[in-house]
């Protein structure tokens, strides 16, 4: 592939300077969950003592009306509801939710609206009252088919649950996620592969197959369980991504895999470099204007979130992305990517030229980990392969 033409420009004048703000979405947290899974780092606290639904309905509505001058008259095309387990909370209190939001914001006709659930029977039970609310994209977290790696997960359901939960979903959802996990503890390659077909055999839209990874702050990190070797972990990976390929499914980024039109919108605009509002407990957000781009983080803990907001002030953190923040940041996100990114698109969501990363863009190329044409910049087979080293060419001190 040729060279993209890049003309000298003044780097050291260049300021933020936007023309025409990126697409918003909206991303809601819940943080409470059933057990705590010996492998998740995620924002998540068991619920013990009961669920203060009514309190935290009544923080997030009180959140998101304090942000609104941060994002006011802007649309927002998706919403996610993530966790935690949002499926916990009731339908009502997730119907109370989507109202809000639909109240105080100018949400897209055709809005992306995801919740995720746990395949466990009481969540199930709740799947029609979650549509009803208007939720359209259900996103279920079975992980595995197989009892056993379910319980070295730590995962409270069985295969039985997870199969039922699946078939309640289908009835009021067309568009449904799987989440599943593979190099599990002692997993063979025949396991990953079993338990792609099985979730195949249920025509899912789409499909994010993980490789499970030991996390720091994890009970799995201090206490490692035995997993497959790198060599083993490879060999599943290959043989997945070729299987949902013969299905017809594109694997479109490094975990995700759709069926034709059903790429997670909400989750393109985070790789696409979009702006997004975060509330609830540990949300983040990134939010771009006229002349500049920050980055907030909310307070982590349940009560902690739920007293600030009290109080005014649920933002822990807040920075503004310096120039190297928004080239790293960007190519962070859109070279999780496949097919990567329109050249065009660095300029529209960081607001600064492309020359700013030549350097960065020719020893990649060098090194064969990316490609790129006037009109597209991607990595290569090797960069998706190696993508931590393709990205920490676009790291500066």
């Known amino acids: 592939m040729s060279v993209i033409p890049l003309q000298p420009f003044g780097l050291k004048s260049q300021a933020v300077n936007f023309q025409a703000l990126p697409p918003l979405s909206l991303y809601i947290h819940i943080p409470w969950c059933v057990r705590k899974c010996p492998y998740c780092d995620f924002n998540s606290h068991e619920a013990r003592g009961g669920l203060p639904e009514d309190d935290y309905v009544a923080a997030l509505t009180r959140d998101l009306e304090a942000a609104l001058p941060l994002v006011w008259g802007r649309k927002v095309y998706s919403v996610f509801i993530g966790g935690g387990t949002p499926s916990i909370f009731s339908a009502q209190a997730i119907a109370r939710i989507l109202s809000t939001v639909r109240m105080l914001l100018p949400l897209d006709v055709n809005a992306e609206i995801t919740l995720e659930a746990n395949p466990g029977t009481v969540e199930a039970a709740k799947f029609a009252g979650f549509r009803d609310a208007g939720v359209n994209r259900l996103s279920l977290g079975i992980q595995s088919f197989n009892e056993t790696q379910l319980k070295a997960l730590g995962r ?109 919108r909400h989750n393109l605009n985070y790789w696409q470099f979009g702006d997004y509002l975060g509330i609830g407990a540990g949300a983040h957000s990134k939010l771009s204007f006229h002349d500049k781009v920050i980055r907030q983080a909310r307070y982590k803990q349940p009560q902690a979130y739920m007293e600030q907001v009290r109080l005014g002030a649920p933002v822990q953190t807040e920075q503004t992305l310096t120039r190297d923040d928004l080239c790293f940041e960007f190519m962070m996100n859109a070279l999780r990517l ?15 030229p492309l020359l700013l990363i030549r350097r960065e863009l020719e020893q990649a190329e060098q090194r064969g980990l990316l490609m790129r044409d006037q009109q597209r910049i991607a990595p290569t087979e090797k960069g998706r392969v190696f993508l931590n080293d393709l990205l920490q060419i676009f790291l500066r001190d």
């Open 338 to 352: 496949n097919e990567g990114f329109a050249a065009h698109l660095f300029s529209e969501r960081t607001s600064l």
């Open 156 to 264: 409270i359901h069985d295969a039985g649950e997870a199969h039922r939960a699946l078939e309640i979903a289908q009835r009021h959802f067309d568009n449904i996620n799987l989440d599943l996990m593979y190099a599990l503890p002692q997993q063979t390659l025949a396991e990953a592969e079993q338990d792609v077909r099985t979730a195949l055999s249920c025509a899912p839209q789409h499909l994010s197959c993980y490789h499970l990874t030991l996390e720091p702050n994890t009970l799995f990190h201090r206490y490692p369980p035995a997993l497959p070797d790198d060599d083993a972990s490879g060999e599943m990976q290959q043989h997945i991504e070729q299987l949902l390929a013969e299905h017809g499914y594109k694997h479109y980024e490094t975990s995700a895999f759709a069926r034709p039109g059903k790429q997670s």
